[in-house]
């Protein structure tokens, strides 16, 4: 793995795969199915016999040159039901500012559901849910179909008109995707987060949009105890004077709060009766589908909107063409609903796919308790992320063995880099015929720039490749495109699910600073990525926490990867901090596994690693015991705000206390601040 500039490259040498798919698999993909009929009907180039790399790499530049053809060739491919049609697909290109599908209007909601209108599958289970008792639990189509037809009416009744937000605090249960699709139906702005936010963190996203009806818990389970939170909605109840209407869930079985509404009034209505099917409005292209919010971690989060179309295209090319996923399929990710994945995973819906909601911690009773809920769902597309795959090799777990997940074909992986020792432990001990799709994005467009492709080999460390109109570079600081060599990752192309805008931002300043101002008319992410030559791309980490030592950059994944191999690391932490006087100090964190001690064998064999494992730049100045890494409420290492209180801010200036899982956890930071400068 290349993780510095320099001025020679030796010829790459073509690495082994881990794995490749066999021939049935690749003609039986429906990405292989599209190019042929995408070949014959829009003119894109047919797949090159027994070469998945070049037919891939020959659609993917189809894709990005030919970017209206493209995006229309997919509308016709899964069959877009428009109720007006467009004008055009791209009427303007520019970033921000794309204009997609001027004229045309149709309903995301719509699509989700439309498997139901099919008598065959109606029965089929659409969702099914697991706690921690992990006996699934099935709601069919039909019933689904139904629940959100008498929930959209109902939302209607309460006054809910197109535009007008919805709030979710609610954990990942069926009742969150019926009140998902019926607020999309009535054409309302989706908006949750997860039970497990505080009221801060949540008044910090909802006031921002206002929210006209909240939906909510009693409390949730997790880790085996139950979390009452009804003082918590009483708090949000106070402090969102915008809300009309509040529904309750009970999910711990609490009677209604004075002034509430009953979830199981709402959506009673039986089939055949007025509202047994639903009413779709028909919205505009780019009308708000739903408001996601950045992890906020030094401000208020950025309330992120994304469009009805928008999300319902991208969505359907990564679930349909990337992820491979239809009606066969059940599609299992490991999510909460304060983090995109839960978007992506409801929309699973959209392929005909059997969703599988899981509510719970993703290690009790144990922690193979994620390939449980795989095997006991029959779960053939599951998708975790990379710190609990990491998780599991250092706990010597032995899923292929202890389970049968027979019908698994993919382990995919987000929210972080996986390592290479994380792609080999699943290939040793899931399967070794595994599809291993590692995948980069963001919340910023609720999707992926890198990573599936069913084609495609996999190689180690590596996503397999960009996703299809994604115009991926690797630039440096003067926006030089760069091939095997660490850069920017940057988009030159829009995607229909970039935002809309950000709420509460007029004249879109904040929205340009975010992404447009490194490289005006470019979107620039904030990732470090290697493209190789190979079209695989490599993550490095955030690019606004990078190191840079004596000039050479390079990503803090490659340190995590290399230290969090050691059996006494449970997980780690590495800064870099320009110093006033304008030297640099690297400190590295430590957060023992249990028993581990940190002597000086232990510290002379971190640095030991990282000398030899990357480069003797790499090796931290210090190695420094903490009790446990701080992260973003969706589980993102809190590099930015440490290194800020390591250069002397306060720690209400460095952070917003409510966007992260353990405030106490920095105060060790403030505190040794202090000590270094006193």
């Not at 500039?5 to 030796?10: A, I, K, L």
């Not at 790499?57 to 990005?64: K, N, P, Y």
């Not at 719970?360 to 449980?372: E, H």
């Not at 180690?460 to 299809?468: W, Y």
Request: charged share 20%.
């Amino acid at each position: 793995m290349t993780t510095a500039h320099s001025t020679s490259h030796p010829q790459p040498v073509t690495p082994e795969p881990l794995w490749q798919p066999g021939p049935d698999r690749i003609a039986g993909a429906q990405i292989t199915r599209f190019q042929a009929w995408a070949a014959e009907h829009h003119g894109a180039p047919a797949a090159v016999p027994d070469d998945p790399a070049a037919s891939y790499g020959a659609l993917h530049r189809w894709s990005v040159e030919e970017l209206a053809t493209f995006w229309q060739a997919l509308t016709e491919w899964f069959e877009i039901r428009f109720s007006t049609p467009y004008e055009t697909v791209l009427a303007d290109s520019s970033m921000p500012g794309a204009t997609w599908f001027p004229g045309a209007t149709l309903n995301y909601a719509e699509h989700a559901l439309r498997t139901a209108e099919d008598p065959a599958r109606a029965g089929d289970p659409a969702l099914l849910h697991v706690d921690e008792e992990h006996e699934p639990r099935a709601v069919t189509w039909a019933e689904l179909r139904r629940q959100v037809a008498s929930l959209s009416a109902e939302l209607r009744r309460l006054g809910v008109r197109p535009g007008d937000r919805v709030s979710g605090y609610l954990p990942n249960i069926p009742e969150a995707a019926v009140a998902l699709l019926a607020t999309a139906a009535v054409g309302g702005v989706w908006t949750s987060c997860a039970p497990d936010f505080g009221a801060r963190s949540v008044l910090d996203r909802f006031q921002q949009v206002e929210p006209t009806v909240l939906f909510t818990v009693d409390g949730y389970r997790y880790g085996g105890k139950e979390h009452d939170r009804r003082d918590t909605v009483a708090e949000l109840r106070r402090e969102l004077p915008s809300l009309r209407a509040v529904v309750h869930v009970p999910l711990l079985g609490t009677p209604a709060p004075e002034g509430t509404l009953e979830w199981s009034a709402l959506t009673a209505a039986e089939s055949g009766s007025e509202a047994a099917s639903p009413v779709f409005e028909q919205v505009p292209f780019d009308h708000p589908l739903w408001v996601l919010y950045s992890s906020g971690t030094t401000g208020l989060p950025k309330a992120i909107v994304q469009s009805q179309g928008g999300i319902l295209l991208e969505h359907l090319k990564q679930l349909g063409l990337h992820c491979d996923t239809g009606p066969e399929d059940r599609f299992f990710w490991y999510t909460s609903t304060g983090w995109m994945m839960w978007n992506f995973l409801i929309s699973g819906l959209l392929t005909g796919a059997t969703v599988v909601t899981y509510d719970g911690s993703a290690g009790y009773p144990d922690i193979s308790s994620q390939w449980s809920v795989a095997a006991r769902t029959d779960t053939t597309f599951f998708g975790t992320s990379a710190a609990y795959v990491m998780a599991c090799s250092k706990a010597d777990v032995h899923p292929g063995r202890d389970l049968d997940l027979s019908r698994v074909k993919c382990v995919a992986t987000t929210g972080s880099p996986l390592p290479p020792d994380g792609f080999r432990w699943i290939h040793d001990e899931v399967s070794q015929d595994m599809w291993i799709a590692s995948v980069s994005g963001g919340t910023d467009v609720c999707s992926c720039f890198a990573g599936a492709v069913p084609t495609l080999p996999v190689h180690t460390g590596e996503l397999q490749a960009p996703a299809l109109a994604t115009d991926l570079h690797s630039w440096d600081p003067q926006g030089k495109p760069l091939i095997d060599e660490v850069g920017e990752l940057v988009v030159t192309r829009p995607l229909p699910s970039m935002p809309i805008r950000f709420w509460n931002d007029p004249d879109g300043s904040c929205y340009r600073e975010s992404y447009f101002e490194m490289f005006p008319g470019a979107w620039r992410h904030g990732d470090w990525i290697t493209l190789t030559e190979r079209n695989t791309v490599v993550i490095h980490g955030r690019s606004d926490s990078t190191l840079n030592r004596q000039g050479v950059r390079m990503g803090s994944a490659d340190i995590y990867e290399a230290v969090e191999r050691l059996p006494e690391i449970r997980e780690s932490l590495v800064i870099g901090v320009e110093q006033p006087e304008g030297g640099y100090w690297m400190p590295l964190f430590v957060h023992l596994a249990e028993g581990a001690v940190l002597d000086d064998t232990l510290r002379d064999r971190i640095k030991r690693t990282i000398r030899e494992g990357l480069s003797p730049r790499h090796v931290p100045d210090e190695v420094i015991e903490i009790e446990g890494v701080p992260h973003t409420l969706t589980g993102k290492r809190l590099e930015v705000p440490v290194k800020r209180l390591l250069q002397g801010a306060r720690l209400d200036k460095a952070v917003n206390p409510g966007s992260v899982d353990n405030v106490e956890l920095l105060r060790f930071y403030e505190r040794l601040a202090r000590d270094r400068t006193a």
